[in-house]
């Protein structure tokens, strides 16, 4: 679990490092939330489903998307799942069980609640997690997620990463409940609230949530307290709203990867030397990542229009020759490396 924290870390340390570089159109990163991540992620099993919402890399990373995966998404190659139709950080891995990330915020919840009731109808041993942040709770979206499972009894698990911040608006001008746990509980729905920064916490909370899930065939809601150390994307500044010692306090002295470190030193299973060599292990094989995702050429043109009607509509046809006319007239315009 703290090996994979710590590549969680680095790639997203050099991937944001990328994009500022110019070489990525767009980041999100997991600072702060790496316990999150990976602690509940491992509490799983791989028949257990996944719908993310946009700051959940790590549990992909955990089920075994590589790094070279993540690369070629982020650099929309011929090698990205999406073809190159997704802005970057919209993973997704239909063999790792793992939905593709959706923009628009908090369409996963009731989702994932038609997701889980597919199981239970299936008689499946496994459950659905989903992933939202405290902003999600402020969308329609959650309050009808979790009144389909609660009322449909599936086995569904809620994670809500509560870290303080829906983009620039904080916990106190989004609500005046105690929290999200309190929120479940209204909908009959069992909530726990746990401390988001405690792998082991984190663990312990999210197995003993699926074993419930699936046993009672019933709802559960996690609410994981935490902090965005980081800004909300590359997009964002949050020096604008929030004072920079507030955001060191967490990045430094609160980090859930120092206090595992902390826990599995004491235990005598690691050392400096393991962490020295881990960083810089995991630091070139994510370069290496984007070098070869570099090199990769774009998805077709024609990819673009696939995937969607059997049979393609005129409009769409009409759009296709519109573009290639364009190509034509203005090659110096559109990139190089886009097979026609």
Not at 27 to 45: D, F, K, P, Q
């Amino acid at each position: 679990m703290y090996s994979t924290m710590i590549a969680l870390e680095t790639m997203d340390t050099i991937f944001y490092e990328a994009q500022r570089q110019g070489r990525l159109s767009f980041y999100l990163t997991s600072t702060g939330e790496e316990a999150i991540n990976i602690a509940s992620a491992a509490a799983l099993t791989p028949q257990d489903i996944v719908l993310p919402q946009y700051r959940e890399p790590g549990v992909l990373l955990w089920r075994g998307f590589t790094l070279q995966e993540f690369a070629d998404q982020l650099l929309g190659n011929k090698a990205d799942y999406g073809k190159g139709r997704q802005m970057p950080i919209h993973y997704g891995s239909n063999k790792l069980n793992y939905f593709t990330v959706s923009s628009p915020l908090t369409t996963q919840l009731p989702q994932a609640a038609g997701v889980a009731y597919s199981l239970k109808m299936d008689k499946k041993d496994a459950c659905v997690v989903v992933y939202f942040g405290d902003g999600s709770t402020s969308e329609g979206d959650f309050h009808a997620g979790l009144n389909f499972a609660a009322v449909m009894e599936a086995p569904v698990i809620f994670f809500c990463r509560n870290n303080g911040w829906a983009i620039s608006t904080p916990v106190t001008e989004q609500f005046r409940s105690d929290g999200i746990a309190i929120k479940g509980q209204a909908y009959g729905i069992r909530s726990i609230r746990v401390d988001g920064n405690d792998a082991l916490a984190v663990y312990s909370v999210v197995r003993a949530a699926r074993q419930k899930a699936i046993k009672e065939q019933r709802p559960i809601l996690v609410e994981a307290m935490t902090y965005r150390v980081s800004h909300h994307s590359t997009s964002d500044d949050s020096t604008k709203y929030r004072c920079v010692k507030e955001i060191e306090q967490w990045r430094t002295g609160k980090s859930p990867i120092t206090r595992f470190r902390k826990w599995i030193q004491r235990n005598g299973w690691w050392a400096d030397q393991n962490e020295t060599e881990l960083r810089g292990n995991i630091r070139r094989q994510v370069v290496e990542a984007i070098q070869g995702a570099e090199k990769v050429e774009k998805p077709p043109l024609a990819d673009l229009f696939g995937d969607v009607y059997d049979k393609i509509p005129s409009n769409l046809l009409e759009q296709e020759r519109f573009i290639r006319e364009n190509i034509k007239r203005y090659p110096k315009e559109y990139p190089t490396d886009v097979p026609i």
